[in-house]
């Protein structure tokens, strides 16, 4: 056994034993049955507005799926998508933007109207500015198909986390 697999198998052996002690306990421990499931399978996703809605509700869709018919929550989202140019090159165009894609969420108790997860999800992606507008505009797009992705599984995992432990809200 070579000295580098042996240092592996040892750090996985120590982190194992570490996290054996804390009480550690996965998310989706009990599969199907497990409450964050549970809870996903409740929620309806209320619409969200232009496209960088449609691509986060999408994906929203993909983790949650479809959504019962008679819904006990429902998930708001309200979308902030902003595109800043920087980096200034010698004809005063700009060299690189930022998108940035912000979402405020809540989850909703539909009989009572309550909000009971009310939270916030990020993230940005930067792009480089080159001469062909067309291949701009497919990096705009293309970045703005990975932040939806991103910021719908930040949104998913808040909620699962919800669903494990409670209205309490973590550090963040």
Do not use: K, W
Request: charged residues 20%; glycine residues 8%.
């Amino acid at each position: 056994m070579s000295p580098d697999c042996l240092c592996r198998r040892l750090a996985l052996l120590s982190l194992a034993v570490g996290l054996a002690g804390c009480d550690l306990t996965p998310v989706y421990s009990g599969g199907s049955h497990s409450a964050a499931v549970v809870l996903q399978g409740q929620i309806a996703i209320a619409p969200i507005a232009d496209r960088p809605g449609f691509l986060v509700h999408q994906a929203l869709m993909d983790r949650f799926g479809p959504g019962p018919a008679d819904p006990r929550y429902r998930l708001e989202v309200e979308l902030d998508d902003q595109i800043v140019a920087f980096g200034v090159r010698g004809d005063n165009s700009a060299a690189r933007e930022r998108r940035t894609l912000r979402a405020r969420y809540r989850l909703v108790d539909v009989a009572s109207n309550a909000v009971l997860l009310d939270a916030t999800a990020g993230s940005d992606a930067g792009i480089d500015r080159v001469s062909s507008n067309y291949a701009v505009v497919a990096a705009e797009s293309t970045a703005l198909e990975r932040l939806a992705t991103e910021v719908a599984a930040q949104i998913a995992a808040r909620v699962a986390l919800f669903a494990r432990v409670g209205p309490a809200t973590p550090p963040r």
